[in-house]
């Protein structure tokens, strides 16, 4: 049984993306595998972000998904 975690930079872009899938695959041909990814490099900033504006009843949280989402699509 293996681990892989991946996160931040390595998921930061399309191009890092596909090598991950890559090394993921290898991995599973191998041994049985769990595969933990976090948030895209960046995006955790702004979940905290929005987090505390909806937190504090500050309805720019919803700007801030929405940014989020459209950062996520352009990558």
């Given at each position: 049984?293996?681990?892989?975690?991946?996160?931040?930079?390595?998921?930061a872009n399309?191009?890092?993306?596909?090598?991950?899938?890559?090394?993921?695959?290898?991995?599973?041909?191998?041994?049985?595998?769990?595969?933990?990814?976090?948030?895209?490099?960046?995006?955790?900033?702004?979940?905290?972000?929005?987090?505390?504006?909806?937190?504090?009843?500050?309805?720019?949280?919803?700007?801030a998904?929405?940014?989020?989402?459209?950062?996520?699509?352009?990558?």
């Open positions: 049984m293996q681990v892989l975690k991946f996160g931040g930079t390595s998921v399309a191009e890092n993306i596909n090598k991950v899938a890559s090394i993921v695959k290898s991995a599973v041909s191998k041994d049985k595998t769990i595969v933990v990814v976090s948030a895209l490099g960046g995006v955790t900033d702004m979940l905290l972000q929005a987090a505390n504006n909806a937190a504090k009843g500050n309805e720019d949280y919803k700007q998904i929405a940014a989020i989402e459209k950062d996520i699509l352009m990558r």
